[in-house]
């Protein structure tokens, strides 16, 4: 079985230039989330899908950030414009249920 | 939220056994889980435990749940040099998990 699928895999990008990651969560997992992994730290939440429907971006900052998940199968997050702090590992998980999830290898996004 | 707390660091060697502690915050947490992230990689599932349990074994991981105390451990017997990695604690908390800041496993031979 496929597991979650995101790219690209490594972004390096000017600071103000818009970006783009993509994920593709496993077959039939109807829930899909983004983090956002810091450096020396662990993954925070930054959206959770359940199929089209956001359910829960309380800790996207909306003023730059914004997701999709348009047919409820592949999701896309956007940055624009990208600002320094920005840099980090951007991880797709999805799950079937709400409590086993299983994450993507991550895009890793520089910001210069 | 608040902190997951884990301790940041564990070096062994080659053939003991690994103990990763970490100490939750949310009483009602449904989930315990422990992944495991090797070096430019996404996270792996390693193993979870529900609330109700106190021990869960999976060949070479042993879990062990103190519910009273909102502590979890993971021992990883005859440790290989290739579970060298950082292992993340996490809680299901609600609709997400809140992760432990990792604890990075080194196993020298």
């Known amino acids: 079985e496929a597991g979650v699928v995101q790219s690209p895999r490594y972004k390096i990008i000017e600071k103000k230039q818009p970006v783009a990651f993509w994920c593709n969560p496993i077959s039939g997992h109807n829930t899909l989330y983004w983090y956002r992994q810091n450096l020396g730290q662990g993954p925070e939440l930054l959206i959770r899908?359940?199929?089209?429907?956001?359910?829960?971006d309380s800790q996207l900052p909306k003023d730059r950030f914004s997701a999709e998940r348009l047919k409820g199968v592949d999701s896309t997050l956007k940055i624009q414009p990208a600002e320094l702090g920005d840099s980090a590992v951007y991880l797709c998980?999805?799950?079937?249920?709400?409590?086993?999830?299983?994450f993507g290898p991550g895009t890793r996004l520089l910001v210069l | 939220g608040e902190d997951v707390e884990q301790s940041l660091f564990l070096s062994v060697r080659e053939g003991d056994s690994s103990v990763i502690n970490c100490t939750y915050t949310d009483s009602s947490s449904t989930y315990l889980y422990w992944y495991k992230q090797e070096p430019g990689a996404g996270l792996q599932l390693l193993t979870y435990?529900?609330?109700?349990?106190d021990m869960k074994q999976d060949q070479r991981l042993t879990v062990l749940l103190n519910k009273k105390d909102k502590h979890l451990s993971l021992r990883i017997a005859d440790t290989q040099t290739g579970d060298s990695a950082i292992y993340f604690c996490a809680e299901f908390s609600g609709y997400a998990l809140n992760f432990g800041k990792g604890t990075s496993l080194l196993v020298t031979p």
């Open positions: 998980a999805s799950s079937d249920t709400t409590e086993t999830q299983y």
């Open positions: 899908y359940e199929n089209e429907e956001a359910v829960d």
């Open positions: 435990i529900f609330s109700n349990m």
